[in-house]
């Protein structure tokens, strides 16, 4: 399927947390039926998996954020997977390529991170695993899924839109 520039228009804006029919109708100057269809033929062509996201405001709803960086060994890869993907407040799990080869991002309750974190740094040196790199909360600055190169007028959208959520 080739995209056209409102098929991109549309997946710039649902990958930057735009997720009504009605706020893409509006965004991108068509109808609400419109959008409706466009995003229908884009999930039946797999190019897009899910079209509905938000921006959780976490520090409202008394949750730190934590990163960890990790590099565990290839013969450890597979048991970690499936004990990080176990924990409840596991939130996101990467393979990443460079100084760690795991990125993981916790969703702690307020006045629990300090246990969190030592239990699933328990987990990871069960693992034998190196550069353990934790980052105790982050803000979110930018947010953009999107294969497309940002348009300016579509960026300040997003930016506006951002902020009259949070």
């Given at each position: 399927?080739?995209?056209?520039?409102?098929d991109r228009k549309?997946?710039?804006?649902?990958?930057?947390?735009?997720?009504?029919?009605?706020?893409?109708?509006?965004?991108?100057?068509?109808?609400?039926?419109?959008?409706?269809?466009?995003?229908?033929?884009?999930?039946?062509?797999?190019?897009?998996?899910?079209?509905?996201?938000?921006?959780?405001?976490?520090?409202?709803?008394?949750?730190?954020?934590?990163?960890?960086?990790?590099?565990?060994?290839?013969?450890?890869?597979?048991?970690?997977?499936?004990?990080?993907?176990?924990?409840k407040y596991v939130?996101?799990?990467?393979?990443?390529?460079?100084d760690h080869n795991?990125?993981?991002?916790?969703?702690?309750?307020?006045?629990?991170?300090?246990?969190?974190?030592?239990?699933?740094?328990?987990?990871?040196?069960?693992?034998?695993?190196?550069?353990?790199?934790?980052?105790?909360?982050?803000?979110?600055?930018?947010?953009?899924?999107?294969?497309?190169?940002?348009?300016?007028?579509?960026?300040?959208?997003?930016?506006?839109?951002?902020?009259?959520?949070?």
């Open positions: 399927m080739a995209l056209d520039d409102l549309i997946i710039q804006y649902l990958s930057s947390g735009t997720n009504s029919y009605q706020e893409l109708a509006r965004n991108c100057d068509v109808t609400r039926n419109t959008i409706y269809r466009r995003i229908a033929l884009l999930e039946n062509e797999g190019i897009i998996k899910n079209t509905l996201n938000c921006v959780v405001n976490l520090e409202q709803m008394d949750i730190t954020p934590v990163t960890i960086g990790v590099r565990i060994r290839q013969t450890n890869q597979d048991k970690a997977i499936n004990l990080l993907t176990a924990n939130r996101f799990l990467w393979r990443t390529y460079g795991f990125t993981v991002v916790v969703f702690c309750p307020k006045g629990k991170e300090g246990l969190i974190i030592q239990d699933i740094r328990a987990v990871l040196e069960g693992l034998d695993a190196e550069h353990v790199c934790i980052s105790v909360g982050f803000v979110w600055e930018k947010m953009s899924y999107s294969p497309f190169e940002e348009q300016p007028k579509i960026e300040e959208k997003i930016t506006q839109i951002l902020k009259n959520r949070l």
